[in-house]
């Protein structure tokens, strides 16, 4: 008997909040599902990222008998309303998936009745199934689904075709070793049974990004939670991955996600090797300069460590990009104050600025989330919904509001333009195209960010005070954009 030609629409929303979205250029888990779906016989359709109002222009002209939806803490609501458009004018299939709706799938199908199914751990699993029983005519699953088996990341090609320009992205694990207490990953590691880490081999991982640079790539993003774990086996695999790259000849840029304590003085002998073959950009989850506010967060690190990382890449002129939360739930206004002095010796103050928010993100499902909700100081009845937490100290409360009050103008004054020249100056300066010396423009920078919200935590500064000082630091920022944007002049810059 002939199998029926499935459709499918995978899609990736983007969110209301421009000023702090999910930026990625597009998720490279829905393109190995889309890869997944093809091999099965399914006629796929990728929109990742896309608008609300591009994806209800989009699926009034076709219908799909499966639509899966990659969710996150951002796009949430957004997605909720295109979810319930797309049920009620096509009956399509609705899937949900991702972290966020893995740790609220129960609550999230009963207020939801529109959604089918959510899918808690690995999709490739779950997808297969639904697509053998739509083919099959057979009654379809709902509700939630979980992974019968976990995806052997050593028997498929995990990198994908996907990519925007010249750049693309590549898995090379799953799953992570620690249990920071804000994360997602723990959480729904505790959901599923299987080991916390599965890694790529070496030679696979040299194959993926020699096939990538083949067709075309100049710039490749790693999507592992952390690439280089600070241990024996994690350092080979990087070595050997560095070995395989030098003897293919192969030149590209490649960026990572690590630890702080990935690489210290005395493991550099490797971050200058694999600087060598192009891993010449990084994103860290510094968090905070306070040990106590670390603590809080279980980094199972400390500021010591943060500048000894931070000191580490720039020897070995490998440009940092860093996460900062700047006050955690317990956190005093000491201890903010205290954080902030550990981004400002670390010359990376200015990241407090570059979110809507100064607070953590509340993750369902994760132990802080679970230690709050007991504590009653989250603001927001649904889990799967964005929320608020109460700071202990009413002080930090204060002018942390004032502070996400004030923000979404700032950022819509500036964008994000003196944060890539930023990047751009550091690239520069690294490849000695720019004196080093100009790195003190970054420095200047830090110094202002941080003495400005010293200020304003120490003398409980009131919304006016604040929003004027905001104004002179936002033409501040615009004058150094300026300042820096003709000291690059036309300088070539990969991304």
Not at 222 to 244: L, P, Q
Request: with cysteine; proline share 1%; net charge positive.
């Amino acid at each position: 008997m002939r199998r029926k030609k499935i459709k499918i629409l995978l899609v990736r929303l983007i969110g209301d909040d421009i000023y702090d979205s999910n930026t990625a250029d597009y998720n490279v888990g829905l393109a190995f599902l889309s890869d997944i779906a093809k091999k099965e016989g399914a006629i796929v359709a990728l929109k990742d990222p896309v608008t609300y109002i591009e994806l209800i222009e989009f699926v009034s002209k076709s219908v799909f008998d499966i639509v899966g939806m990659n969710v996150h803490y951002l796009n949430i609501v957004n997605t909720l309303k295109a979810a319930k458009y797309i049920k009620e004018n096509n009956q399509s299939y609705i899937i949900m998936g991702g972290h966020h709706v893995s740790a609220v799938a129960h609550e999230i199908l009963e207020d939801n009745k529109y959604i089918d199914s959510v899918c808690v751990g690995e999709g490739e699993d779950v997808f297969r199934r639904l697509i053998t029983q739509l083919q099959n005519s057979r009654n379809v699953e709902r509700g939630v689904l979980y992974s019968e088996k976990f995806f052997d990341i050593n028997s498929y090609e995990l990198y994908d075709d996907h990519g925007i320009d010249h750049v693309r992205r590549l898995s090379t694990s799953r799953g992570c070793l620690y249990s920071c207490s804000f994360c997602t990953t723990p959480a729904i590691h505790s959901m599923l049974d299987g080991p916390k880490l599965r890694s790529r081999n070496s030679k696979l991982i040299v194959n993926d990004i020699t096939n990538l640079v083949g067709k075309g790539a100049n710039k490749i993003y790693f999507n592992d939670d952390t690439f280089v774990y600070k241990n024996k086996e994690s350092y080979r695999r990087a070595y050997e991955i560095s070995e395989g790259l030098k003897k293919n000849n192969i030149c590209v840029h490649l960026k990572i996600q690590l630890r702080a304590d990935s690489f210290d003085y005395s493991s550099i002998y490797l971050l200058r090797k694999m600087r060598q073959v192009g891993f010449d950009a990084a994103f860290v989850g510094i968090e905070s300069g306070s040990d106590n506010i670390l603590y809080e967060y279980n980094k199972k690190t400390n500021n010591y460590k943060n500048i000894e990382c931070v000191k580490t890449f720039d020897i070995c002129r490998v440009q940092l990009n860093v996460g900062t939360i700047l006050a955690s739930p317990d956190s005093t206004v000491f201890n903010v104050i205290e954080s902030i002095n550990g981004l400002k010796k670390m010359c990376l103050a200015y990241m407090f600025f570059r979110r809507v928010t100064f607070r953590m993100n509340l993750f369902p499902g994760t132990e802080i989330e679970r230690r709050l909700i007991r504590e009653n100081r989250v603001i927001g009845e649904k889990r799967y919904l964005p929320r608020k937490y109460i700071f202990k100290d009413s002080q930090v409360e204060r002018i942390v509001d004032v502070y996400e009050k004030i923000m979404p103008k700032y950022l819509h004054d500036i964008g994000d333009s003196i944060f890539k020249l930023r990047s751009r100056l550091i690239y520069l300066i690294y490849m000695r195209k720019v004196a080093r010396e100009k790195m003190n423009l970054l420095f200047e920078w830090s110094d202002y960010s941080a003495n400005m919200l010293i200020m304003h935590f120490q003398k409980k500064s009131n919304y006016i005070q604040i929003y004027n000082d905001m104004e002179k630091y936002t033409m501040y920022c615009v004058g150094l954009s300026n300042v820096i944007d003709r000291l690059i002049g036309d300088y070539d810059y990969y991304v």
